[in-house]
């Protein structure tokens, strides 16, 4: 039996959500969990980094595989609504 849990080099990833808010990446991550759609945070280990300059934010990309983007993008539209609304 195949294990449908591994990764797939030639897998074509598209960015669907880019934050530089900790609380914004964990809620939209938390979304993408949920709802067992695989994603990958590009620039996440920079966030790690914290002795090159603490006080900068750095961007992370979550990125989900081209089957899955309409999905997620649906999925992740609440939570961009729900930011846009606190800024105005």
């Known amino acids: 039996m ?11 990833l598209v960015v669907v959500f880019e934050t530089n808010d900790r609380v914004q990446l ?4 938390g979304l993408l969990e949920d709802s067992k759609i695989p994603f990958f945070a590009l620039g ?4 790690l980094v914290s002795d090159v300059d ?5 961007w ?4 989900v595989p081209r089957d899955r983007e309409a999905e997620a993008r649906e999925l992740l539209e609440l939570l961009l ?6 800024d105005s």
């Open 2 to 12: 195949a294990s449908t849990d591994h990764f797939d080099p030639d897998l074509d």
């Open 26 to 29: 964990a809620m939209a991550t």
């Open 44 to 47: 996440q280990i920079a966030t």
């Open 54 to 58: 603490g006080f900068l934010h750095k």
């Open 60 to 63: 992370v990309r979550l990125q």
């Open 81 to 86: 609504q729900a930011d846009s609304g606190q």
